[in-house]
């Protein structure tokens, strides 16, 4: 297995490590416990923690969340976050309970959502900010007042299936670009053409002209002004980087060319 990047740069400090398979399996706690900790820092760990784990250190254990809770709570909150369209995210750190991501926060961070970011290129942005918060955190810890969340405020953000980046043609285009971003890099914007599947990597709106509004119905392939554009429920989407299976991600009029793929194919959902 390859050691995730912590590993590395804990072992070349010289810092002793455990890496369990499940935190749960007996004896566990016990071993957390020996390495008297003041404070455990959990991030992206996918696992939910026992009460035991989590009361091993003794000031208990903070978890850093990328979104401002309540709103995300779960597994894929930087996904789901651009896929509902929203403009603003961020940084949430909180004391971790045994419930998912429902413990009492300490400190947050907004940041803005850019209209063309991917699900990868929001999650690089956020572990720098999450970084500098954690820190902050940390310094204040003796300083900080918990505070309780809106539990009634909260949404979910599972964990991402492949079904998820399936294109429904009959959605408005901004948000099956939203899904295209939110699906960036993993598992990918789905549809089905007569070639067989294509991932779409990135997207965009067009402006729905007189001629295409009569033409373009939802998953059909049509001509929107010098290029080729898919239907929508509500404005033609172009697609700017694609996939075809098992090839490598090549630009839209590329795909064109060699799929000779004209008006009045049809895309569907896979």
């Known amino acids: 297995m390859t050691p995730p990047p912590v590993k590395e740069r804990a072992l070349a400090a010289g810092v002793p490590i455990l890496q369990p398979a499940r935190l749960r399996d007996p004896g566990w706690p016990e071993r957390l416990r020996d390495v008297r900790a003041d404070v455990a820092v959990v991030v992206a760990f996918g696992q939910i923690l026992p009460r ?38 961020g940084i949430t750190t909180f004391q971790m309970e045994e419930g998912m991501d429902t413990g009492p926060m300490l400190l947050r961070e907004a940041v803005s959502v850019a209209p063309d970011e991917t699900a990868g290129e929001l999650s690089t942005r956020l572990a720098i900010v999450g970084a500098r918060v954690l820190m902050d955190t940390l310094d204040r810890l003796d300083a900080l007042i918990p505070t309780p969340q809106a539990h009634a405020e909260a949404t979910l953000a599972p964990r991402l ?37 294509l991932t779409i990597w990135r997207a965009a709106v067009l402006e729905r002209g007189a001629e295409s509004a009569r033409t373009l119905e939802p998953g059909a392939l049509g001509e929107h002004g010098r290029t080729l554009a898919i239907g929508t429920g509500a404005h033609p989407l172009l697609p700017l980087e694609v996939q075809p299976e098992n090839r490598r991600s090549i630009a839209w009029a590329d795909y064109l060319r060699g799929a000779r793929l004209g008006p009045g194919v049809r895309f569907t959902s896979p």
């Open 52 to 89: 035991a784990v989590l009361d091993a250190p003794a000031r208990g254990s903070i978890n850093v969340h990328a979104s401002l809770l309540p709103r995300y709570r779960g597994a894929a909150p930087i996904a789901w976050a651009i896929m509902r369209g929203e403009t603003e995210t």
């Open 161 to 197: 299936k492949k079904s998820d980046g399936y294109l429904d043609w009959n959605r408005p285009a901004p948000e099956l670009v939203n899904v295209v971003r939110g699906c960036n890099p993993w598992p990918g914007a789905t549809t089905r053409t007569p070639l067989g599947n």
